[in-house]
């Protein structure tokens, strides 16, 4: 990836897509009746969506790419905060909500991270490294929960 509008259409689809997914979690937490984590999926869902709204917003300007499905550049085929969320539904348990979102926030970081590291272009790279530290501060946030709760 070496443009910025490339980067940005990816970056909506990917932030939307993660938003989308912690909406999700939450009401799966809320069916668990697990309010706590249902506050904090839904917390995590305005995280995701306070980044897409930052992605539109640097795109307001700029044209970018009309994307179908099929055009997006992704690793596996799939957005990396998607990966591995179809086992989501009602009756899933706290600790594999948590897993999962570990997993993709990670997945998220190391997308936005590579990009940083592999591209020329000096924009993208300082972009792609903003929204990967924003990945990054997510994953810290789910590891220091999750060891909180195993610590509990």
């Known amino acids: 990836m070496n443009t910025v509008e490339q980067f940005l259409a990816h970056a909506i689809a990917l932030e939307r897509e993660a938003a989308r997914r912690y909406?999700?979690?939450?009401?799966?937490?809320?069916?668990?009746?697990?309010?706590?984590?249902?506050?904090?999926?839904?917390?995590?869902?305005h995280y995701s969506r306070k980044h897409l709204a930052e992605a539109q917003a640097r795109g307001g300007f700029r044209e970018l790419p009309e994307m179908r499905p099929e055009d997006f550049d992704w690793p596996e085929g799939t957005a990396p905060e998607t990966a591995d969320w179809a086992g989501?539904?009602?009756?899933?348990?706290?600790d594999d909500a948590l897993q999962l979102a570990l997993d993709s926030e990670r997945r998220g970081h190391t997308y936005y991270a590579a990009i940083a590291a592999t591209t020329q272009d000096i924009e993208l790279r300082r972009l792609a490294g903003e929204f990967a530290a924003e990945e990054a501060q997510h994953v810290v946030e789910l590891e220091k929960l999750i060891a909180a709760r195993a610590a509990a």
């Open 88 to 94: 989501v539904d009602a009756m899933m348990g706290a």
């Open 23 to 45: 909406e999700e979690l939450a009401a799966a937490m809320q069916t668990e009746g697990n309010a706590e984590l249902k506050t904090f999926f839904a917390r995590m869902a």
